[in-house]
Each structure stands twice: as structure tokens, then as C-alpha cells.
């Protein structure tokens, strides 16, 4: 069952129950808030489990382009008889389909096989082509609430409050990242209680510092996310606008880290 957003699983059990599913939907929120899991569980419903489905296409590519070369491969899936009711088709952060690629997407939504359904999965959603998001139904995903957050970690996950109390607030309304932060709690506990030393710390200790956070074995790249996560909880908004620069210039390989975290601590 769906975490939260309860009148998204109730309107999908009635279409399923009644046969009524349209070929296609955007399910489009904040990470973390259950989006794929629940395209998956909708698949299950209609085609069965996953594992060796021969009815079921998934697209899932990471951060990485997804090339005309995958919907041809999707196309050819698509146009065959399903073994079972329905072909099922998922595409995960459907906003990096490229140019071409959802072009040849649009054509076969404008003119889909009669038993197919197609998931569109994006956080982004305002990346994707116009003509490609019409041709689907648009459900959006609200962030969970915090008390149905902790109430999974304590309950289901069986974290101790310690841990998913702080987790469940920090993740606003993330399912996916309470989940990451409870689970490497006394890591992320130790990253925050070094970004508070070093906001009380003259240069010499932030750079001395800097040496540890570049020498240790947790890479400043997840150091410097559980400080940007950390800091939104902070009165502090400079903090959270050198941290979010200090993310951005992290996550480009052709910049040098270590002089990112040296402006950084001089910032500070």
C-alpha cells in the first residue's frame, strides 16, 4: 500500500477495479515520496510480479540521457501481444529524455497499442516536452507528513526514535531520504556536529579541518549533503546558500573540490 497521498491509492483501486486506466500517466512530486513504487505496485496489479515479466518495460537509466535508441527498443515492446491483460511500460525520471527520444515517445502516445499503459515517473516534471506531458494523465505525489514518516521508521523499519525522529523532520515529507539519513544516522550526526564546530571556528581550525573531511574515508561530496540538508533546518539562510553552492560546484567533476571547500570555509 501507498505511504501517504491515500486518495491517489484510492482513485487507482477503482480504476483498476472497473477496468478504467488510461494508456498513460505522470506521476510527478519530491523525491522519496513513493512515486515508483507505486507505478510498480499498479504494474503488479495488472501484469503480476516484476522479476522476468515478459509484459513489463522499465526505463530506468539514473541521472543518465535517455536516448532515441530506448523507445525504438520500447516501440518494438509495446506493439506486441501481451501474454497477459496489458503491456506495462515504465519510465523513471522521465525528465531526461532527450530530444529525440521524446519525439519518437510522443508519436507512439498519440497512437498507443490498445493494450498498453505507460508510467512516466519525473521530479522534474517541467524538463519534459509539453507535447509529450498532454498526452498523459498528470497525478501528482504531496510530500508525506512527518508523523507518517516516523510512524514507518519506528514501526515498520523498526529504527529507533532516535534516529528516525531527527530523520522524519530533516527529510520534509522524502520517504526515500528519512530512509537514508536513519539508516546512516551516527555518520550524518557526526558530519553535523563538524559543520556546527566549524561555523565557531576561526580559519585556521576550519582548514586544518578541511585536511580530515579531504584525507578521511566518507567523501566530502556526502559530507557536504548532510550539511546541506542539516542547514535547512537553521535560521542561518547564508549558510544554506553557501552549502547549496558548495553541492553545485561538487557535483561537476571539472571543478576542483578542494578549492570549492576552501571558499567554502572562507564564507563560512
Aim: hydrophobic share 40%; charged share 25%; proline share 4%.
Amino acid at each position: 500500500m501507498l505511504l501517504g497521498n491515500q486518495e491517489i491509492y484510492n482513485y487507482f483501486k477503482n480504476l483498476i477495479k472497473n477496468d478504467g486506466l488510461s494508456h498513460a500517466y505522470l506521476f510527478y512530486g519530491s523525491e522519496g515520496v513513493g512515486k515508483k513504487p507505486f507505478a510498480f505496485g499498479i504494474s503488479e496489479a495488472m501484469a503480476g510480479p516484476a522479476r522476468n515479466n515478459p509484459d513489463l518495460k522499465i526505463i530506468d537509466k539514473g541521472d543518465e540521457e535517455i536516448y532515441i535508441a530506448d523507445i525504438r527498443e520500447l516501440k518494438n515492446f509495446v506493439h506486441l501481444t501481451p501474454f497477459g491483460r496489458y503491456k506495462i511500460v515504465i519510465i523513471n525520471n522521465a525528465h531526461n529524455l532527450g530530444r529525440d527520444a521524446s519525439n519518437a515517445l510522443l508519436k507512439i502516445l498519440e497512437e498507443p497499442p490498445g493494450k498498453s499503459i505507460f508510467f512516466l515517473i519525473s521530479h522534474l516534471p517541467k524538463l519534459l516536452f509539453a507535447t509529450v506531458v498532454s498526452r498523459c494523465q498528470q497525478i501528482r505525489f504531496k510530500p508525506l507528513k512527518e508523523n507518517e514518516i516516523l510512524d514507518y521508521l519506528v514501526n515498520e523499519k523498526k529504527i529507533k526514535k532516535e534516529a528516525a525522529g531527527p530523520a522524519a523532520r530533516l527529510a520534509k515529507g522524502s520517504l526515500g531520504l528519512a530512509l537514508e539519513l536513519a539508516n546512516d544516522f551516527d555518520n550524518f550526526q557526526k558530519n553535523t556536529d563538524l559543520l556546527n564546530k566549524l561555523v565557531k571556528a576561526d580559519f585556521k581550525e576550519r582548514f586544518e579541518a578541511a585536511k580530515k573531511i579531504l584525507a578521511g574515508s566518507e567523501s566530502l561530496k556526502k559530507t557536504a549533503e548532510n550539511w546541506l540538508i542539516y542547514s535547512a533546518s537553521l535560521p542561518d539562510k547564508k549558510l544554506s546558500r553557501e552549502l547549496l553552492h558548495l553541492n553545485n560546484m561538487l557535483s561537476r567533476p571539472q571543478f576542483n573540490h578542494r578549492l570549492a571547500l576552501d571558499n567554502f570555509l572562507i564564507n563560512l
